[in-house]
């Protein structure tokens, strides 16, 4: 069994979050749990609410998700809320984050020394927030310790897939890209969008 | 302006409704709404909960974005869900289903005599919901008239930026896709999951 928790936060990017819970969803054991700093419903970018319990109180074992999307640029400057994801990050198992989740993720300061990716059209907007993180330009995603950042929105799919197989196999993975007619891009370093 | 109301019912297929919503978020003036028949929380199959508008009293012009999933095996079976889908997407303008939502609009026999795909695992019970229609085994998606029909869950991804093409042409689709770093399947007739 494993537990992973989705952090969802106002206008977090739709597929960067729903991408990996339908991957996920369809791993037999795979428990998940959808929370928010605040708990109260959440909005995403493309306007649909979701409803989340609060972090505090939360078990926060397992894996963490962290999706990106516009939510991101003004969450980077809050002191409090990265603090809090921080501690959320430290606590869990693997931490996985997709799109401009990592610029958030890097924040925290976790990331420093370590091999990154994010989003290639936010990519210098990423890098900027913290240059001490090895930015990895060309990758789908890249793996770092307990540590997976994607690159741009889709990308979380693949890693996601990517993921499972590193902890379950491969075929394990290829059933559920299968199951779900996905085209699995299982190369992490194939990236056609790196510029 | 292009209003989409997205159908949720319970259990419905997280990525089947997603994927298209996070393609149609990104074209500017595309108006996205959650509706369902009772308008209260949905539960997704991957056991998250969207706030839903009540489609009674909601503007249900323009396209109607009809998911699958597990949600739709007993709703084939209540004819008063299946009445009202029939009278929504015969008001819409175009009509769009993913993976075995093709199976609910086949119920309203709407789809008699048109073609159209579905989920790959489940096509021979969405055959056998209404042998009526052409059901074309080897299809991402398919167009007949005001109706697309894709095949399982993520090529609901590749029929909405297909979609997008055929309204305002490919270009457009693609600017899309690049932007959420997805690499579109853009022929309709390509499918490696057919069987």
């Known amino acids: 069994l494993i537990h992973v928790n989705i952090l969802l936060f106002p206008e977090f990017e739709t597929l960067d979050a729903f991408g990996p819970v339908e991957v996920l969803g369809h791993f037999p054991g795979c428990q998940l749990r959808y929370v ?8 995403s970018w493309q306007g ?17 998700l962290v999706p990106g ?36 993720l890097a924040k925290t300061g976790l990331l420093n020394g370590r091999k990154a990716t994010s989003n290639k059209i936010a990519f210098e907007w990423v890098r900027s927030v913290n240059t001490e993180v090895q930015w990895v330009n060309r990758a789908r ?3 770092d310790g ?28 290829r059933k559920i890209a299968e199951g779900i007619e996905y085209i699995w891009n299982s190369d992490p370093e194939e990236d056609r969008f790196a510029k």
Do not use: N
């Not at 928010?36 to 909005?43: A, F, I, L, R």
């Not at 649909?48 to 963490?64: C, I, P, R, W």
């Open 36 to 43: 928010s700093m605040q708990g109260s419903p959440v909005k």
């Open 48 to 64: 649909f609410e979701v409803l989340t319990e609060s972090v505090k109180g939360a078990d926060l074992s397992g894996v963490l």
């Open 69 to 104: 999307g516009q939510g991101t640029r003004p969450l980077v400057e809050e002191p409090e809320f990265i603090e809090a994801l921080k501690e959320i990050a430290e606590r869990s198992e693997y931490c996985l984050t997709v799109c401009t989740g990592s610029a958030m």
């Open 141 to 143: 995603w890249v793996v």
């Open 146 to 173: 307990k540590y997976y950042t994607s690159s741009g929105v889709s990308a979380g799919i693949d890693m996601t897939l990517g993921f499972l197989a590193d902890q379950f196999g491969a075929d394990t993975a």
